[in-house]
């Protein structure tokens, strides 16, 4: 599960860079703020990759992910940015634990001496 929400995390990291660079443009939003929100947004989301396997780290993950649909209210674009690295989180987190279970009985399967895939047989 780490490598594929870490790969979605990081992936979100350089479009939360690209949303403060068209951010920057609105003339009502000054530079700074713009920066420091999209700056602590990005730290979080590389500070999340070594958090995820911790507890409440794919509960920190959801909430990076609600906040980058919000952040729709100040770039349009990001609604649909959004909610495509929400699907992407979803999927890591679904399919990464499935992978965990599958590495699991794997590893119990030759501790125990037997082929893995003799079960399947």
Not at 19 to 26: E, F, H, Q, T, W
Not at 47 to 70: D, E, H, K, N, S
Not at 103 to 110: Q, V, Y
Request: glycine share 10%; proline share 3%.
């Amino acid at each position: 599960m780490r490598t594929l929400c870490s790969s979605t995390l990081i992936g979100e990291f350089f479009v939360i860079g690209f949303a403060g660079l068209v951010a920057m443009k609105d003339p009502s939003l000054a530079v700074s703020t713009v920066w420091w929100v999209c700056g602590v947004a990005m730290v979080l989301s590389v500070l999340l990759c070594g958090m995820v396997t911790r507890p409440g780290g794919v509960a920190l993950g959801w909430a990076l992910q609600l906040a980058l649909i919000a952040s729709g209210f100040f770039v349009p674009m990001m609604y649909f940015m959004g909610a495509v690295f929400a699907a992407l989180w979803w999927a890591s987190v679904h399919y990464g634990r499935k992978v965990d279970e599958a590495k699991a009985r794997f590893a119990a399967a030759a501790e125990a001496g037997s082929s893995p895939t003799a079960d399947a047989a």
